[in-house]
Protein backbone atom coordinates (compact mmCIF):
# COMPACT_ATOMS: atom_id res chain seq x y z
CA UNK A 1 0.00 0.00 0.00
CA UNK A 2 1.50 3.18 -0.90
CA UNK A 3 1.89 5.85 1.79
CA UNK A 4 2.79 9.91 2.14
CA UNK A 5 6.39 8.41 2.67
CA UNK A 6 8.85 5.78 1.23
CA UNK A 7 12.01 4.40 1.90
CA UNK A 8 14.97 4.86 -0.16
CA UNK A 9 16.00 2.08 -1.60
CA UNK A 10 18.84 3.34 -3.26
CA UNK A 11 21.19 6.34 -4.27
CA UNK A 12 22.59 6.81 -7.89
CA UNK A 13 24.58 9.19 -9.57
CA UNK A 14 26.82 9.22 -12.97
CA UNK A 15 29.54 11.20 -14.32
CA UNK A 16 28.21 11.63 -17.82
CA UNK A 17 25.15 12.51 -19.13
CA UNK A 18 23.56 10.06 -21.29
CA UNK A 19 24.32 6.92 -19.21
CA UNK A 20 22.58 4.76 -16.95
CA UNK A 21 23.97 5.90 -12.98
CA UNK A 22 25.62 3.71 -10.38
CA UNK A 23 24.81 3.07 -7.05
CA UNK A 24 26.46 5.32 -4.66
CA UNK A 25 26.86 5.24 -0.36
CA UNK A 26 25.27 8.47 -0.03
CA UNK A 27 24.15 11.47 -1.82
CA UNK A 28 25.15 15.51 -0.91
CA UNK A 29 22.28 17.65 -2.62
CA UNK A 30 22.82 21.39 -3.02
CA UNK A 31 19.76 24.34 -3.43
CA UNK A 32 20.00 25.31 -6.85
CA UNK A 33 22.18 22.72 -8.08
CA UNK A 34 21.22 19.08 -7.53
CA UNK A 35 23.41 16.26 -6.70
CA UNK A 36 27.26 17.24 -5.96
CA UNK A 37 28.98 15.33 -8.27
CA UNK A 38 25.93 14.10 -10.79
CA UNK A 39 26.07 14.90 -14.10
CA UNK A 40 22.78 16.30 -14.13
CA UNK A 41 23.29 19.18 -11.58
CA UNK A 42 22.87 22.53 -12.38
CA UNK A 43 20.45 25.59 -12.27
CA UNK A 44 17.30 24.08 -13.66
CA UNK A 45 14.34 22.13 -13.21
CA UNK A 46 15.43 18.79 -13.06
CA UNK A 47 18.04 18.27 -10.38
CA UNK A 48 16.87 15.32 -8.55
CA UNK A 49 15.03 12.22 -10.56
CA UNK A 50 13.30 10.29 -8.76
CA UNK A 51 11.51 6.63 -8.75
CA UNK A 52 9.52 4.22 -7.55
CA UNK A 53 10.53 0.63 -6.93
CA UNK A 54 7.52 -0.47 -7.78
CA UNK A 55 7.90 0.60 -11.19
CA UNK A 56 10.88 -1.03 -12.00
CA UNK A 57 9.22 -4.04 -10.27
CA UNK A 58 6.35 -4.24 -12.70
CA UNK A 59 8.70 -3.02 -15.57
CA UNK A 60 10.98 -6.60 -14.89
CA UNK A 61 8.02 -8.71 -15.16
CA UNK A 62 7.63 -7.85 -19.06
CA UNK A 63 11.42 -7.71 -19.88
CA UNK A 64 14.64 -10.55 -19.43
CA UNK A 65 17.33 -7.81 -19.19
CA UNK A 66 18.02 -7.30 -15.28
CA UNK A 67 17.18 -4.11 -14.16
CA UNK A 68 19.09 -2.53 -11.08
CA UNK A 69 19.20 0.74 -9.04
CA UNK A 70 19.73 3.57 -11.69
CA UNK A 71 19.74 1.11 -14.79
CA UNK A 72 17.08 4.21 -15.74
CA UNK A 73 19.17 6.73 -15.04
CA UNK A 74 16.99 7.38 -11.83
CA UNK A 75 19.13 9.53 -8.66
CA UNK A 76 16.54 7.77 -6.28
CA UNK A 77 14.65 4.85 -6.12
CA UNK A 78 12.74 4.58 -2.95
CA UNK A 79 9.67 2.32 -2.00
CA UNK A 80 6.43 2.61 -0.22
CA UNK A 81 5.07 5.58 -2.33
CA UNK A 82 3.55 6.31 -5.61
CA UNK A 83 5.14 9.27 -6.80
CA UNK A 84 3.64 9.25 -10.14
CA UNK A 85 0.29 10.60 -8.99
CA UNK A 86 2.49 13.58 -6.90
CA UNK A 87 1.59 16.96 -8.30
CA UNK A 88 4.01 19.77 -9.49
CA UNK A 89 4.68 21.87 -6.65
CA UNK A 90 4.75 19.13 -3.68
CA UNK A 91 7.46 19.44 -1.65
CA UNK A 92 9.53 16.29 -0.44
CA UNK A 93 11.62 15.71 2.63
CA UNK A 94 14.28 13.49 1.04
CA UNK A 95 16.77 12.53 3.42
CA UNK A 96 17.57 15.38 5.18
CA UNK A 97 17.30 17.76 2.36
CA UNK A 98 14.04 19.08 1.03
CA UNK A 99 13.18 19.34 -3.00
CA UNK A 100 9.87 20.40 -4.74
CA UNK A 101 8.47 18.39 -7.49
CA UNK A 102 9.22 20.06 -11.07
CA UNK A 103 7.87 17.66 -13.49
CA UNK A 104 6.10 14.20 -13.76
CA UNK A 105 7.62 12.00 -16.71
CA UNK A 106 10.08 13.08 -19.79
CA UNK A 107 10.55 12.94 -23.05
CA UNK A 108 12.86 9.60 -23.35
CA UNK A 109 15.96 10.45 -25.37
CA UNK A 110 15.96 8.02 -29.01
CA UNK A 111 19.13 6.56 -27.85
CA UNK A 112 17.94 6.04 -24.22
CA UNK A 113 20.34 3.08 -23.24
CA UNK A 114 17.74 0.89 -21.12
CA UNK A 115 14.82 1.16 -23.84
CA UNK A 116 17.61 -0.14 -26.54
CA UNK A 117 18.39 -3.28 -23.91
CA UNK A 118 14.33 -3.57 -23.38
CA UNK A 119 12.51 -2.15 -25.23
CA UNK A 120 10.84 0.30 -22.87
CA UNK A 121 11.42 3.10 -20.21
CA UNK A 122 9.43 3.61 -17.26
CA UNK A 123 11.05 7.53 -16.77
CA UNK A 124 8.85 9.02 -19.41
CA UNK A 125 5.80 7.60 -17.69
CA UNK A 126 6.62 7.47 -13.96
CA UNK A 127 9.56 9.35 -13.26
CA UNK A 128 9.67 12.12 -10.72
CA UNK A 129 11.96 15.40 -10.90
CA UNK A 130 12.84 17.69 -8.38
CA UNK A 131 14.65 21.18 -7.64
CA UNK A 132 16.94 21.16 -4.46
CA UNK A 133 15.28 23.96 -2.21
CA UNK A 134 17.29 23.13 1.23
CA UNK A 135 20.42 21.30 0.96
CA UNK A 136 21.33 18.07 2.75
CA UNK A 137 22.21 14.54 2.56
CA UNK A 138 20.33 11.31 1.83
CA UNK A 139 21.31 7.11 1.55
CA UNK A 140 19.03 4.19 1.38
CA UNK A 141 17.31 3.81 4.21
CA UNK A 142 16.27 7.22 4.48
CA UNK A 143 13.02 8.17 4.06
CA UNK A 144 11.32 10.36 1.40
CA UNK A 145 8.52 12.38 3.11
CA UNK A 146 5.57 13.95 1.63
CA UNK A 147 5.92 17.57 3.59
CA UNK A 148 3.03 19.62 1.44
CA UNK A 149 1.41 18.15 -1.22
CA UNK A 150 -0.40 20.75 -4.11
CA UNK A 151 -3.24 19.46 -5.88
Not at 44 to 64: G, I, N, Y
Not at 73 to 85: P, V
Request: proline fraction near 3%; hydrophobic fraction near 40%.
Amino acid sequence: MYTGEAVIRAVCISERKGEQKHPVDSIELKPHHGIIGDAHAGDWHRQVSLLAKESVDRMQEHVSVKLFPGVFAENILCEGMELKGLAVGTRLRIGSALCEVTQIGKECHADCAIRRQAGDCVMPREGVFAAVIEGGSAKPGDMVVIISRES
